[in-house]
């Protein structure tokens, strides 16, 4: 029999027909709604026990086999004596629900949410609309402000403030503005402190024809605002009160019909005209990818694809040249320091090194300028583990240096600036180069202002975000995010508000008790969905969640079996001391290598050096040592998106252990 299980509201179990299922008492649910909780992976017993009581019971742990029993024989009718149970299963010292993806209203929702990133307007919103009445309630209905439900209800939460604007943004953009209004308008009195939520009902009052309505709703806005936050409203409400107050174009209800019968028309006669020139589609081919990668999403995944694949086209074609402007063309500005492809960048590399080769000797300067930016770049992370001066012999370095020694030399600005993206991604030969990296997101928001330049501008702003965290200036740092967001909302640029939403959730790490820093982080991690950045994501979350534990004393491992990703190695040996495993502990220590030298160098470094501590690892203390000395005036916070604080503080704790 098949068990759909509903969590958007109270906690219920259906059968096939949607007959409810007998799921007896209040403790029965919390058992049902924790494993729900845990999303398929398993509770172990004494972990329910915890949560279903404050003060357990003498006989909690039997009292708990007898719920989840009873939940058994609710959920597995039909299942024969003696025979394992498929659904609620005993797995080590817990149980887990293995219950299907869809049949989890939540999980449900979850997917249709991850969905929506190829799909066009009319499909987000009939998609929405379904998805949303599923919806019987607040998450988690029946139950208090348990421990144990908080981050996945606030997570849910979110997710369906989301959904209500994103669906209305569709009608908007539909042409049904009038009827996205009275949802709107419920939406905002429900939840005042939503932005994005009154900048929607200004929007679709405004393409309704109601623009005093509009105007009066964004003033409402900012005196709510103000009056109860003390904050004024964010540059995307600002700069629709200035379009609404001249009638901007861009606000007419047609617009988005003129641009999409523009966009067809030019398709069109493209296809038409160009069919038979394998050589200008291949260009055309990587301009157009190079515009999709910075829509973030399935947008930057197929970017990556398709522009591999014409690169390999063009070599093909044995035109060293053509490969040259195919390879260049896509000068995407990059901004973290792990490739989100490390193969595919591995190959575009060894294209761009054979094009280099196969240049004509003389000329060519610009593509060749190009090639060197693009090896610099996609090389990024990549430098010897070890001894800080073989980085600066390292080719990729030298790629760096002669890529902007060219663009210098040329005058042309967007070369410089492809070729300062290069330089950056190739500045962290070692720990402590805040400071060059500032000067070179500095050069790079003035170059790029200049010259009109907006993506670079953008990553100048980024760049100097993360410089000023590790430099412990984050006012600075939140003036170049919200630099970087009001170009991001200006110029349609969806990716930004990832690094500036992670930058915010740092400082409130820096400023606020550990259950908000928490929260925040958590928060943050919702931007990171569906974003097509699995360099940037994949362990981010726990590696931040471990960053407020370090700093406020807290035990590590809070969150269970999580995934680390690429930060396992370094992270293991404090999870073990945490953990009073000392010998493990040792043995990781033993046998570890440096980390990458990138965003995260002194962070891991920190953390190592914390283990080694612990564990008296003398070899590795001075190793942890000599490479966060050069350091020792900023903070462990270069990404830009977590912090490990003060790098001062772990060389203090090395010095005294190593006396």
């Known amino acids: 029999m098949r068990v759909r299980f509903g969590v958007l509201g109270a906690v219920t179990a259906c059968d096939e027909t949607g007959d409810p299922l007998p799921l007896r008492g209040p403790r029965h649910r919390a058992v049902l709604a924790r494993l729900i909780v845990a999303r398929r992976r398993v509770v172990p017993v004494s972990r329910l026990v915890e949560d279903l009581w404050e003060d357990p019971p003498a006989d909690a742990v039997g009292t708990v086999r007898t719920f989840v029993g009873d939940l058994r024989r609710a959920v597995e009718p039909d299942r024969a004596p003696r025979t394992p149970p498929r659904l609620l299963v005993t797995e080590g010292p817990g149980y887990a629900l293995r219950a299907a993806k869809d049949d989890v209203d939540a999980w449900r929702f979850e997917q249709v949410m991850d969905g929506l990133d190829d799909a066009g307007p009319a499909q987000v919103a009939d998609l929405l609309a379904e998805a949303l009445t599923w919806w019987r309630g607040p998450a988690f209905a029946d139950f208090g402000d348990e421990r144990w439900l908080r981050a996945e209800r606030s997570r849910l939460t979110e ?110 006669a493209y296809e038409t005209a160009v069919a038979a020139r394998a050589r200008t589609r291949l260009e055309s081919t990587a301009g157009l990818m190079r515009d999709l990668a910075v829509t973030g999403g399935g947008g930057l995944e197929a970017a990556r694809q398709h522009r591999a694949a014409a690169v390999a086209a063009a070599e093909q074609l044995g035109d060293p040249e053509l490969t040259a402007r195919v390879i260049g063309v896509y000068d995407v500005p990059a901004i973290w320091t792990r490739s989100d492809d490390p193969e595919q960048a591995r190959r575009l590399v060894g294209a761009a090194e054979r094009t280099l080769r196969s240049l004509p000797a003389e000329g060519h300067e610009g593509a060749r300028c190009r090639l060197l930016a693009t090896v610099a770049v996609e090389s990024r992370g990549t430098l010897p583990p070890e001894e800080p001066a073989s980085g600066e012999r390292a080719w990729p370095v030298r790629a760096a240096r002669q890529a902007e020694e060219i663009a210098r030399r040329l005058g042309d600005p967007s070369l410089l600036a492809f070729a300062l993206n290069g330089v950056f ?64 909302a200006r110029h349609e640029l969806p990716l930004v508000s990832v690094f500036t939403t992670w930058f915010r959730a740092l400082t409130v790490a820096a400023t606020e008790p550990p259950d908000a820093a928490l929260d925040a982080y958590r928060r943050a991690a919702e931007s990171l969905r569906g974003a097509g950045m699995p360099g940037l994501s994949r362990g981010l979350l726990p590696l931040a969640l471990m960053s407020v534990r370090v700093r406020h004393g807290m035990p590590l491992a809070g969150d269970g079996d999580v995934d680390l990703g690429p930060y396992e190695p370094w992270v293991r040996p404090a999870l073990l001391v945490d953990e009073e495993r000392a010998e493990e502990a040792c043995e990781a220590l033993r046998c570890l290598a440096s980390p990458p030298r990138d965003l995260m160098f002194e962070a891991l470094w920190c953390l190592v050096a914390r283990a080694a501590v612990a564990v008296g690892d003398r070899g590795v203390m001075e190793r942890a040592r000599a490479h966060l000395l050069p350091a020792a005036a900023e903070e462990a916070a270069g990404s830009g998106l977590l912090s490990l604080g003060p790098v001062a503080s772990r060389l203090a704790e090395l010095d005294a252990a190593l006396r």
């Open 159 to 268: 997710l369906r403030l989301h959904a209500v604007e994103r669906m209305a943004q569709a009608r908007i953009t539909l042409g049904a503005a009038a009827e996205a209004v009275p949802d709107l308008d419920a939406h905002v009195t429900e939840h005042p402190w939503r932005e994005e939520a009154w900048r929607l009902l200004a929007l679709a009052l405004y393409r309704s024809g109601r623009q005093a309505d509009a105007l009066t709703v964004l003033r409402r806005a900012r005196g709510m605002l103000r009056e109860h936050l003390g904050v004024d409203p964010g540059p995307r409400l600002r700069r629709l009160e200035e379009d609404v107050l001249r009638h901007a174009d861009h606000l007419d209800p047609d617009a988005a019909q003129t641009v999409d019968g523009v966009w067809a028309r030019a398709t069109a």
């Open 425 to 488: 991604m190739q500045s962290f030969q070692r720990a402590g180069l805040a400071a060059r990296r500032d000067e070179v997101g500095a050069e790079l928001v003035a170059l790029s202002s200049r010259h009109d330049l907006v993506r670079y501008e953008v990553l100048g702003h980024l760049i100097r975000l993360q410089s000023r965290c590790a430099r412990a200036d984050l006012a600075g740092a939140g003036r170049h995010a919200d630099a970087a967001d009001e170009l991001s």
